[in-house]
């Protein structure tokens, strides 16, 4: 058996959509979310908890936020 991770190239390995979206307000704000994302729960009264729910109910939505995740990390210095 290999000690390998299972998922060596894939950078949201082990990383949870709430970590993500919590990043991602941390370092951009909601405005600039909902600027680079144009949905409601980003829009109005967004909260990590509402956008959770329509994240994981709607699946371009959280790959676009998964997407930028993965920019944002490669853009680092």
Request: with cysteine; proline share 8%; glycine share 2%.
């Amino acid at each position: 058996m290999s000690t390998q991770p299972s998922h060596p190239n894939d950078p949201l390995h082990g990383i949870t959509l709430k970590k993500i979206l919590e990043t991602l307000v941390e370092r951009h704000g909601w405005k600039k979310l909902a600027e680079e994302i144009q949905i409601r729960c980003f829009m109005f009264d967004p909260t990590i908890n509402s956008s959770l729910k329509f994240l994981r109910q709607t699946p371009w939505a959280r790959r676009k936020v998964e997407e930028w995740y993965v920019r944002d990390l490669s853009e680092e210095p």
